[in-house]
């Protein structure tokens, strides 16, 4: 097999690369005259997965450019990376840091039940979490209805598409990636942080050495869900 696509990888796992330019936000009716929580909002409403959570009053706009016109002036959308269960995934220039970043940008059904609110609080504990095998959290926010996170950009590939390609690893490499993902674990552990949804598709391989990606996005996701 040859070498895949860039890929960052999220709790939702198995991304798969995807040109993403022609993805679209369908037209939806506009808005009420009183202010609607993207919390309320029925789902129905939307009527399928490609929609932003707020209604473009009758537009049918290209995904990256309302995502685009949304965070102008902090991030410039190159292209989608792929998506997965949970979230889309974009390559990004960082506009204010001059560096390339991949942004994830919750779907549409999922922030409809997440909600702003619960998403930054969740997701915003994680930035102290500071470990050499945990990928480090740069932004997050909410912007024209949609909630984001930003990490920084790796190429390279998730240790389960290695595992994929190769079967199984060398007895001495497997262990020393069982090693620092533990300790990454219990690093986070120690600061009260679970992951909730560790898998070789959430572990990123960078030069060799493994990351953990997205602390507090399974767990805003599942207490949502769950009512909690």
Known sequence: MGRS???VVGPEGGDKPDPGAGRVVRALPCPPSTPVSISKIPLEMYGGVDVAPQPFCGQVVPMIDRLNTSLEGRYRIERELGQGEMAFVYLA?????????AIKVLKPELAAVVGPER?????????ALQH?????????????GFLFYVKPFVDGESLHDRLDRDKQLPVAEAVGI??????????????GMIHRDIKPANILMAGGEPLIADFGIALAVQEAVAGG
Do not use: C, M, W, Y
């Not at 998403?119 to 930035?127: C, D, G, P, V």
């Open 178 to 191: 069982a090693a620092k993902v533990g300790g990454a674990l219990q690093a986070a552990h120690a600061a």
């Open 5 to 7: 696509s860039p890929n």
């Open 93 to 101: 220039n960082d506009v204010r840091h001059k560096r390339r970043v």
């Open 132 to 144: 050499p095998h945990i990928l480090p959290l740069f932004d997050s926010g909410a912007a024209d």
């Open 119 to 127: 998403f930054l609080t969740e997701i915003e504990t994680t930035a």
